[in-house]
């Protein structure tokens, strides 16, 4: 009946998660507000640690991509699980510096990181930098040379994969603003000028070929393509590469309808193409990295709203508005992505009327849903919108001066604030 098995319905008919009552969460913690299951996002961690191991003999390593959803507990939690951590800016790295996160354990990316966060991620010794274009090694090389390190980097490469995704997540193919192209030889032109410059280490490769991704072939694909690369490489420069990042895009449900492969049935035939390629081309197999973001937080969390005002307009549509929306969840207007809509306190009802969802911004397209089907609804029901714990209060903005959401984690059927929600006071914080 539903998209993870963190949810349920208990005997009052509400929905639980992690088997807490979210209408009891709501009441106490007030809405909107996001609430995460813990066990199942530990469970998920756990699920890719272990096909690492299992399919890689241990040599690899788990990177939670944390701009799917950071904050201190979540980088304590990857830390805990024993995964790295992918971080995309200053603020992702504070965050996990904060947190305690070791350094040497996160992996540095973006496609225009400024001189400033390349200073703070090379004197907090992160452990890799994933460079994207040839002015950033040229930054690297002479910011390494003045503090007398060694930088460990990475390229991130465009292996020219089309991965049938939304538009706005696919990334692997050569029209992108990430990363170098291989069939352009822009690649291997950046290999020799790494292999030149000073105080810098070409130690690995990197791709990520898109998102919320169904299927196996592309990343098997992504897998041969990648290493024919580290082949040819060793033959034009004798430069080995030592460590491979095969990127995240593991696909999650949101409906009922989608059917994700499990995390293993990637693992096993990305591995042995990898291993296939590696004796093919007479070059050692690579340490691995994966970087699940979605796939570790996105369904295990749901975000609960207080139902407004329901507007039936006759023969057109029926709106039911939310107390959040676009600031929360900006997901709908920006991909028109799906999402399972429930009323939590109806749970156990049949879900008898079609309606739009939408938010409280003054904007049209603040909708969280278009023509879904829930329990009849009216105000001051509690809504429940699954599979929001990725890329949701990541994206969260104040547009309309809305504060942000807080956020909970359920352990063990007891919920606890991981994130206080904002205040109006936090709304002119830094003004003048
Ligand atoms: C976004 C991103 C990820 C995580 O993608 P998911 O779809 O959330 O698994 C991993 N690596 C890089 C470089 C990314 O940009």
Redesign the pocket.
């Given at each position: 009946m539903f998209v993870s098995d963190c949810l349920n319905v208990n005997e009052k008919g509400h929905l639980t998660i992690g088997g807490a009552d979210t209408v009891d969460i709501a009441e106490k913690y007030g809405t909107p507000v996001i609430v995460y299951d813990e066990n199942q996002i530990r469970k998920n961690c756990r699920a890719f640690v272990n096909s690492i191991n299992e399919y890689y003999d241990g040599k690899g390593r788990v990177l939670y991509?944390s701009?799917?959803f950071s904050c201190l507990e979540m980088c304590r939690i990857a830390n805990e699980e024993n995964m790295g951590l992918?971080v995309?800016s200053g603020g992702e790295i504070y965050t996990a510096l904060k947190a305690g996160f070791p350094a040497e354990k996160m992996y540095f990316?973006g496609n225009n990181k400024s001189l400033d966060e390349i200073k703070y991620a090379l004197e907090s010794g992160v452990g890799r930098i994933v460079i994207d274009n040839p002015e950033e090694l040229q930054t690297i090389s002479e910011l390494a040379k003045t503090t007398g390190i060694t930088a460990n980097i990475y390229m991130r490469i465009k292996p020219g994969i089309d991965a049938h995704t939304h538009n706005f997540i696919r990334?692997g193919q050569i029209d992108s603003k990430f990363g170098f192209a291989l069939e352009t030889g822009e690649a291997m032109e950046c290999v020799k000028l790494a292999s030149k410059a000073e105080n810098v280490n070409l130690i690995g490769l990197?791709c990520?070929i898109g998102?919320?991704i169904f299927d196996i072939a592309p990343f098997v694909h992504a897998g041969e393509v990648m290493m024919k690369f580290i082949a040819d490489i060793k033959n034009e420069t004798g430069i080995v590469i030592e460590e491979l990042d095969l990127?995240?895009?593991?696909g999650i449900k949101y409906l009922e309808s989608d059917k994700p492969v499990k995390f293993e049935d990637y693992m096993d035939p990305v591995s042995k193409a990898v291993k296939e390629s590696a004796e093919k081309y007479g070059v050692p197999v690579p340490f691995i990295l994966i970087?699940?973001?979605?796939?570790i937080a996105g369904a295990e969390a749901v975000t609960l709203y207080t139902v407004g005002a329901v507007k039936k307009i006759p023969d057109v549509r029926t709106y039911v508005s939310v107390d959040g929306g676009m600031t929360d969840n900006p997901r709908y207007i920006l991909y028109q992505s799906s999402y399972t809509v429930l009323c939590a306190n109806k749970a156990d009802k049949p879900r008898d009327m079609t309606v739009t969802v939408a938010g409280k911004c003054c904007e049209s397209g603040d909708l969280i849903q278009e023509n879904t089907d829930i329990q009849t609804v009216e105000k001051g029901d509690i809504l429940a919108v699954l599979s929001t714990g990725?890329y949701n209060y990541s994206m969260a903005s104040n547009y309309n001066r809305v504060p942000r959401p807080a956020v909970l984690m359920v352990k063990d059927g007891k919920a606890r604030t991981v994130i206080n929600r904002e205040t109006y006071e936090d709304m002119v914080k830094n003004d003048i």
């Amino acid at each position: 009946m539903f998209v993870s098995d963190c949810l349920n319905v208990n005997e009052k008919g509400h929905l639980t998660i992690g088997g807490a009552d979210t209408v009891d969460i709501a009441e106490k913690y007030g809405t909107p507000v996001i609430v995460y299951d813990e066990n199942q996002i530990r469970k998920n961690c756990r699920a890719f640690v272990n096909s690492i191991n299992e399919y890689y003999d241990g040599k690899g390593r788990v990177l939670y991509a944390s701009k799917a959803f950071s904050c201190l507990e979540m980088c304590r939690i990857a830390n805990e699980e024993n995964m790295g951590l992918d971080v995309v800016s200053g603020g992702e790295i504070y965050t996990a510096l904060k947190a305690g996160f070791p350094a040497e354990k996160m992996y540095f990316h973006g496609n225009n990181k400024s001189l400033d966060e390349i200073k703070y991620a090379l004197e907090s010794g992160v452990g890799r930098i994933v460079i994207d274009n040839p002015e950033e090694l040229q930054t690297i090389s002479e910011l390494a040379k003045t503090t007398g390190i060694t930088a460990n980097i990475y390229m991130r490469i465009k292996p020219g994969i089309d991965a049938h995704t939304h538009n706005f997540i696919r990334t692997g193919q050569i029209d992108s603003k990430f990363g170098f192209a291989l069939e352009t030889g822009e690649a291997m032109e950046c290999v020799k000028l790494a292999s030149k410059a000073e105080n810098v280490n070409l130690i690995g490769l990197h791709c990520h070929i898109g998102s919320q991704i169904f299927d196996i072939a592309p990343f098997v694909h992504a897998g041969e393509v990648m290493m024919k690369f580290i082949a040819d490489i060793k033959n034009e420069t004798g430069i080995v590469i030592e460590e491979l990042d095969l990127g995240g895009g593991f696909g999650i449900k949101y409906l009922e309808s989608d059917k994700p492969v499990k995390f293993e049935d990637y693992m096993d035939p990305v591995s042995k193409a990898v291993k296939e390629s590696a004796e093919k081309y007479g070059v050692p197999v690579p340490f691995i990295l994966i970087e699940p973001g979605r796939s570790i937080a996105g369904a295990e969390a749901v975000t609960l709203y207080t139902v407004g005002a329901v507007k039936k307009i006759p023969d057109v549509r029926t709106y039911v508005s939310v107390d959040g929306g676009m600031t929360d969840n900006p997901r709908y207007i920006l991909y028109q992505s799906s999402y399972t809509v429930l009323c939590a306190n109806k749970a156990d009802k049949p879900r008898d009327m079609t309606v739009t969802v939408a938010g409280k911004c003054c904007e049209s397209g603040d909708l969280i849903q278009e023509n879904t089907d829930i329990q009849t609804v009216e105000k001051g029901d509690i809504l429940a919108v699954l599979s929001t714990g990725a890329y949701n209060y990541s994206m969260a903005s104040n547009y309309n001066r809305v504060p942000r959401p807080a956020v909970l984690m359920v352990k063990d059927g007891k919920a606890r604030t991981v994130i206080n929600r904002e205040t109006y006071e936090d709304m002119v914080k830094n003004d003048i």
